[in-house]
C-alpha cells in the first residue's frame, strides 16, 4: 500500500550535512534549523510544520494504515446497507404477494362457504316443497273422507238405520278428529342464518396476518425451523449472525397453544453462532419465538411439535414379507431414513419410519444375518454363522473377519476412532477384536465364567463415546463395562425383574448423548452411561416379548426402532 510519504530523509541544499526539518505553506519553501528564512516566516507568523522525524514518519504511517482499514469497513457496511436495501425491497414484494394471497385464499374460502350454505338452503327448499306437496295431498284427502262421512252421519237421521252402522261411524269421526288435531300440532319450523360469533372475533384481534419487523443480522438454521421432538427430549435451536464478535443479544420465549411456558437457555458460542436450549413437558404444538430488540429475527417463530412417549407403531409378521417362518433378529437405521431388517432368512428387508414395506434384497453371502452396524462412511459390518463381514452400502462384500477364529458371533460394535472392530461370541464367551483395515485379530476380552470381567454367552458389545466398552453378559443375567483397553472391569446392571435390573439381556445401544438402551425379557430400558436407571421406554402391555436387537432412528423426534423376536415384528418407540 502506497502511503505518499518518502522514507529517505531529504537534504537542505544550503547546509548540506542537516535534514530538512520544516515547511513554510506560506513561502512554499523547505528548510533546516540554520536556515535564516525559516526565522522570519516564525516571526512573520506564516503557517511553518516540521516535517516528521523517522519515528512520527511510523506514526502517521500506521495512523494512515488504520484509516485505510477504516475505509475499507465503511465500504463493506455501505455493500451490507445495499444488500439489505434490496432484501427489504424484495421482501416488501415478497410481503405484498403473500397478502394478496392470504386474501385470495380467504375469499376463496369464504366463497366456498356461501356456495355451501346457498347449496344447503336449496336442499331445503326442495325438501319442504316435497313436504308442502305431501301434506296439501293429505289435507285433501282428509278433506275428502270428512264429506262423505258428513254424508253419511246425515243417512244416520234416518230412524230405520242400523245401529251397527251408527256405531261404525261414530269411531270413524273419532279417528278423523285425531287424525285433523294431528295437523293442528305438526311442528312448524322456518329456516334462519345464524353467523358465526367467533369469524368477528378472530378478524377484529388477528386479522389475516400482521406484517412483523425481522432482525436480518441473526438467522435461525433452515433445519431447525420446523422441530418435532418427544416429551421431555432436550433440544437446541442453531441461530446464525452475520457479525462474528456478537454478544448474547438474542432472547427467546417457548409458548404452547395452550398458553403454557418453557424455559429457554440462550449461549452464544462464537463466531457468530448461538444455540438456543429448551425442554417440553407438556404434548401439543409450541412456538419459539426469538427476538432482538423486540424485533423477531429471521426464521421466528420456531414451530416445535411434542409428541407422546412410548410405543409410536408396529410392523406387522416380518414372516408376511418373506418366505418361510423366519425370526426378525435385528434392526438397523439407513442415511435416507429407512430402516433395515434382519432375520433368519437370506433377505433384508427394507421398510420407511412410518411402516411401509419398501423392498427387499438378498444378503450378499446368501446365508441370514444376526447383528448389523453402519459405520460413518456408510459400510455395513454383520455377523452370521462363523465370521462377521464388511460391505458397502448396496451389500457388496469389502472383507471378512475371523474366519478361523469366531465360533458363533452374536453381537458387535465398531470404535471407529481406535479402527477396532468388537465380535461377542457366544459360544466362546469371550469378545473378540479386530483391526477393522486390515483384519488381524487385536486380541480378546473375558472369558468363561461368573466373576466380574467373565462372561456366560455374551450377546451384545457396543462402545460409548469414551471408548469404554459395555456387553450384555447374557447368562449372567448382567451388564458388564470395560474400560478402553479392556482390563478393568465393572458390574453397572445387575439381576432382576423390576425395572432398572435385567434378565438375559440380548442387546446394547448407545445413542447420541451415551445413554444405554438395553434390551432384556419382556423390556427395553434407557439408563445412563454409568448405567442409573432413568426410565423404561416400553410399556407392560406393548407386547415386546424377546426384544433382541435396536437401533435409534431418530433424534428429532428421539426414536427406537427394536427387532421383537417373539412376536416376530417391529416396534417403534418414542423415549
Known amino acids: 500500500m502506497s ?11 544550503t547546509h548540506c550535512e542537516n535534514d530538512l526539518q520544516f515547511f513554510c505553506s506560506d513561502c512554499k519553501k523547505s528548510a533546516c534549523k540554520d536556515c535564516e528564512h525559516i526565522h522570519e516566516c516564525f516571526q512573520n507568523q506564516h503557517d511553518v510544520v516540521p516535517i516528521p522525524n523517522d519515528e512520527a514518519e ?3 504511517i500506521q495512523l494512515i494504515k488504520k484509516a485505510d482499514g477504516m475505509m475499507v469497513k465503511l465500504e463493506q457496511s455501505l455493500d451490507t446497507i445495499v444488500s439489505i436495501q434490496n432484501k427489504f425491497e424484495n421482501n416488501i414484494k415478497l410481503c405484498r404477494s403473500a397478502i394478496e394471497m392470504r386474501e385470495n385464499k380467504l375469499i376463496e374460502k369464504l366463497k366456498q362457504e356461501s356456495r355451501n350454505l346457498i347449496s344447503d338452503l336449496n336442499r331445503l327448499c326442495k325438501e319442504r316443497q316435497k313436504t308442502n306437496t305431501k ?5 285433501d284427502l282428509k278433506k275428502t273422507q270428512l264429506s262423505s262421512l258428513k254424508d253419511s252421519l246425515k243417512l244416520t237421521m234416518d230412524k230405520s238405520a242400523e245401529q251397527d252402522n251408527f256405531v261404525a261411524l261414530e269411531t270413524e ?12 300440532l305438526q311442528k312448524h319450523v322456518i329456516p334462519i342464518f345464524i353467523t358465526s360469533p367467533h369469524l368477528n372475533k378472530v378478524m377484529d384481534t388477528e386479522g389475516i396476518g400482521k406484517i412483523a419487523m425481522v432482525d436480518s443480522r441473526f438467522n435461525v438454521a433452515k433445519t431447525d425451523r420446523s422441530v418435532t421432538v418427544t416429551k421431555g427430549e432436550s433440544f437446541a435451536v442453531k441461530v446464525s449472525s452475520l457479525t462474528k464478535d456478537e454478544e448474547c443479544k438474542l432472547v427467546a420465549t417457548l409458548t404452547s397453544s395452550s398458553g403454557e411456558e418453557s424455559t429457554t437457555d440462550v449461549k452464544y458460542y462464537g463466531n457468530g453462532e448461538y444455540r438456543i436450549r429448551s425442554s417440553c413437558t407438556i404434548e401439543g404444538n409450541w412456538k419459539m419465538k426469538i427476538t432482538v ?24 409378521k416380518i414372516s408376511d414379507y418373506i418366505k418361510g417362518s423366519h425370526q426378525v433378529s435385528d434392526v438397523m437405521a439407513e ?13 433384508i428387508l427394507r421398510f420407511n419410519q412410518t411402516g411401509s414395506f419398501v423392498n427387499k434384497q438378498l444378503t450378499p453371502l446368501g446365508t ?11 459400510n455395513i459390518v454383520y455377523d452370521y454363522v462363523h465370521c462377521v463381514v464388511m460391505c458397502d452400502e448396496k451389500l457388496n462384500t469389502i472383507r471378512s473377519f475371523g474366519e478361523d477364529t469366531l465360533k458363533a458371533p452374536k453381537g458387535l460394535d465398531v470404535d471407529e476412532n481406535r479402527r477396532v472392530l468388537y465380535v461377542a461370541d457366544g459360544d466362546k464367551h469371550c469378545i473378540f477384536k479386530f483391526n477393522i483395515d486390515n483384519k488381524s485379530m487385536l486380541g480378546k476380552i473375558g472369558s468363561k465364567g461368573s466373576n466380574t470381567g467373565k462372561f456366560k454367552q455374551p450377546r451384545d458389545v457396543a462402545i460409548t463415546k469414551e471408548g469404554n466398552i459395555v456387553v450384555a453378559d447374557t447368562e449372567n443375567d448382567r451388564i458388564q463395562i470395560f474400560n478402553a483397553d479392556g482390563q478393568k472391569a465393572k458390574v453397572i446392571i445387575g439381576h432382576g425383574k423390576e425395572d432398572g435390573k435385567v ?13 444405554l438402551i438395553i434390551s432384556s425379557e419382556y423390556k427395553v430400558q434407557l439408563f445412563d452411561k454409568n448405567g442409573v436407571f432413568k426410565r423404561r421406554i416400553d410399556h407392560k402391555h406393548d407386547g415386546l416379548q424377546l426384544p433382541l436387537g435396536s437401533s435409534v432412528i431418530s433424534y428429532r423426534p428421539r426414536r427406537l426402532a427394536v427387532a421383537n423376536y417373539g412376536a416376530n415384528d417391529i416396534k417403534f418407540f418414542n423415549y
Open 3 to 13: 502511503t505518499g510519504i518518502a522514507k529517505k530523509k531529504l537534504k537542505c541544499s
Open 58 to 60: 511510523e506514526k502517521v
Open 135 to 139: 301434506e296439501l295431498e293429505d289435507l
Open 173 to 184: 269421526t273419532k279417528e278423523l278428529e285425531a287424525d285433523v288435531d294431528a295437523f293442528s
Open 293 to 316: 430488540a423486540d424485533e423477531n429475527i429471521k426464521g421466528s417463530p420456531v414451530f416445535v411439535k411434542v409428541e407422546k412417549l412410548g410405543l409410536v407403531r408396529t410392523i406387522g
Open 335 to 347: 442415511t435416507n431414513g429407512c430402516v433395515l431388517v434382519a432375520s433368519a432368512s437370506k433377505e
Open 368 to 378: 441370514y444375518v444376526n447383528k448389523m452396524h453402519k459405520m460413518n462412511n456408510g
Open 503 to 515: 434378565i438375559h439381556p440380548s442387546c446394547v445401544t448407545v445413542d447420541a448423548d451415551d445413554n
